[in-house]
């Protein structure tokens, strides 16, 4: 491979986490670099599992804090909570996705030209995390599609027809080569209005391209890339070029259960009941125990499966009056009055009952489960 370096973010949770085995297995000649973006208010659950993944993985993953100098042993959130005077984070101001997480990888991996490697699933309908960096490019080894929306945006623009057309004449020849440049000639449309299902879309048409050959796909994409400024278009060649693997939600946690690794603590399923009613609940996703995108079950298991870090939610909605890490306004201490409580447990049990035909056998898939849905940075 090139001086391009390959990066890949441990998030703390189960994509991230089965990624990194899964390309550390089927791609050795890849030297990936792996990091985890430490916000100092991860669940204990978290770090074992990056202990894990380094044993696993033999290398160390680099642990980011904070772009700013801090001191020894200060810990990264309550540095800027400090700095932004007390202003905490919520879905409509997220400064600590931002300044603990984009900001520090960003650093990390400097000006030089990088690949970055992010965990969305192939049954996942979602862009992860783009840099605004020229210099670092990101692949979903996980999908169909491994490129990302920038790249097709390029690709497939309707004034790149022609190239496309010459490039897939390259790889391609015969029957499906005529196959393949009657869906390039196509040219797709932008519906202003949303109602004409007549137009070929973009993401039809890269649907129908990916249905001729995955491969073909890639190597077309990473020749006009060559054009680009792209990192890759600095590389001969490309390992994940023929990569067909679609992985979905029970491939990952097979990986991470045959590797010996293991799931994340947090996504073991724990019984309570109400009513005489018994119900499973866990947690839905990695990063900070008072994460603003947790369901009201998963604060209600955090109160009952780890008190002290609930408490330690709750002081911190107590230091700024009118704050509540719900979007509804609804404080950590309502939450937990024994009638709330009792609520949100009998509406949970009512929604599982309408998961019940749920293929896999693991609770995330009862939950509302993409990982850290809402914060697309948080993979890193």
Avoid at 110 to 133: A, F, H, L, Q, T
Avoid at 298 to 322: F, P, S, T
Wanted: aromatic share 12%; with cysteine; proline share 3%.
């Amino acid at each position: 491979m090139s001086k391009i370096k390959h990066v890949l973010g441990i998030s703390g949770g189960k994509d991230s986490a089965a990624l990194a085995i899964y390309l550390n297995s089927k791609y050795p000649e890849i030297d990936f670099v792996y990091y985890f973006c430490d916000t100092g208010k991860e669940l204990d659950e978290t770090y074992q599992l990056v202990e894990n993944l380094e044993i696993y993985l033999g290398k160390r993953i680099t642990k980011l804090t904070a772009k700013e100098p801090m001191q020894a042993g200060q810990n990264p959130f309550d540095f800027y909570y400090n700095a932004y005077r007390g202003y905490l984070p919520s879905s409509q101001a997220r400064w600590c996705t931002k300044k603990m997480k984009i900001e520090p990888f960003e650093e990390f991996v400097g000006n030089n030209p990088v690949v970055s490697y992010v965990g969305i699933r192939g049954d996942e309908d979602r862009e992860g995390y783009i840099s605004r960096k020229s210099n670092i490019q990101t692949i979903f080894p996980f999908r169909k599609n491994i490129w990302s929306e920038d790249v097709m945006n390029k690709v497939l623009d309707n004034e790149n027809i022609t190239v496309i057309a010459e490039l897939y004449s390259k790889q391609l020849t015969s029957s499906a080569l005529n196959r393949v440049i009657k869906v390039v000639l196509e040219p797709y449309e932008i519906d202003t209005n949303y109602k004409d299902v007549t137009k070929l879309n973009l993401k039809e048409k890269l649907n129908n391209l990916l249905n001729c050959g995955v491969p073909a796909f890639n190597k077309v994409v990473f020749n006009f890339l060559k054009s680009t400024n792209y990192p890759l278009a600095k590389e001969e060649d490309y390992a994940l070029l023929d990569n067909e693997d679609v992985l979905v939600r029970d491939d990952i946690f097979r990986v991470l259960e045959e590797s010996g690794v293991g799931i994340p603590g947090y996504y073991e399923k724990k019984v309570y009941e109400i009513n005489g009613e018994k119900g499973e609940y866990a947690r839905s996703r990695s990063g900070c125990y008072f994460c603003f995108f947790q369901q009201k079950i998963e604060w209600i298991w955090l109160y009952e499966q780890h008190l002290e870090l609930y408490k330690k939610a709750m002081k911190y909605e107590d230091k700024k009056e009118g704050f509540t890490w719900n979007s509804n306004q609804e404080s950590l201490k309502d939450l937990t009055h024994p009638n709330r409580m009792k609520q949100i447990k009998m509406e949970h049990l009512q929604r599982i009952g309408k998961e019940k035909s749920a293929k896999s056998k693991f609770l995330i898939d009862i939950l509302d489960d993409t990982e850290d849905k809402g914060c697309i940075a948080c993979f890193i």
